[in-house]
């Protein structure tokens, strides 16, 4: 068998409560789980959110709503999964490539910097924040005011892409050589919220 979704009661009888063979199922088989409980004790609804439902109903419920519920929670568990799956194309695309990537929020001002981008300049994993001065500060002061002119010529909307050939400084000390290319995403006004 292979459903979309489990619709169980919390009360069950036997070695194990609802909410702990809804954890199972989800570790198991990653299947949606949405509960059916006459308790609407406080504890109970704390210790089921832990293994993240797709809902919770009262009995006596609503057949409509539930019906609702049962179409959104099997929707919403597919667009996750396709969620999970381009999100492990995107990191095989990126090891495989064996670029270092940067992905730049500019509404929250922080960077993803890949494992590969900080490997390159001789980082660990935990050794660099999610700053752009993790960046921008080690650019070389020759090449600083060119890479500030090309970037913000792209987010301005003034070139097709960003990119730029600079020295940066890596973890020794020494400046190396580095190719950088990028891509701002606009918003409907055209202004740039994100850039990698």
């Known amino acids: 068998l292979h459903p979309d979704l489990v619709l169980m009661d919390i009360g069950l009888k036997g070695e194990m409560d609802g909410i702990e063979t809804a954890r199972q199922i989800r570790t198991s088989f990653d299947l949606p789980v949405i509960f ?24 006596p419920y609503d057949e409509r709503e539930l019906f609702i519920a049962i179409e959104m929670a099997i929707t919403k568990h597919e667009m996750e999964k396709k969620l999970r799956d381009s999100e492990e194309r995107f990191n095989l695309a990126v090891r495989g490539a064996n670029d270092g990537v940067w992905d730049w929020d500019l509404r929250s001002n922080e960077i993803y910097y890949s494992p590969r981008w900080k490997a390159m300049l001789g980082f660990k994993e935990n050794e660099i924040s999610k700053s752009p001065d993790e960046w921008l500060k080690r650019v070389h002061l020759d090449d600083q005011k060119r890479l500030w002119q090309n970037l913000g010529l792209h987010l301005k909307g003034k070139t097709p892409h960003f990119e730029c050939e600079y020295q940066i400084k890596d973890a020794n000390g020494r400046y190396i050589w580095i190719l950088t290319r990028g891509l701002a995403v606009r918003d409907a006004e055209g202004k740039a919220y994100r850039m990698a």
């Not at 059916?36 to 009995?59: N, W």
């Open 36 to 59: 059916l409980s006459e308790s609407g004790d406080q504890s109970i609804i704390e210790r089921a959110l832990k293994v993240e439902p797709y809902g919770y109903f009262l009995k």
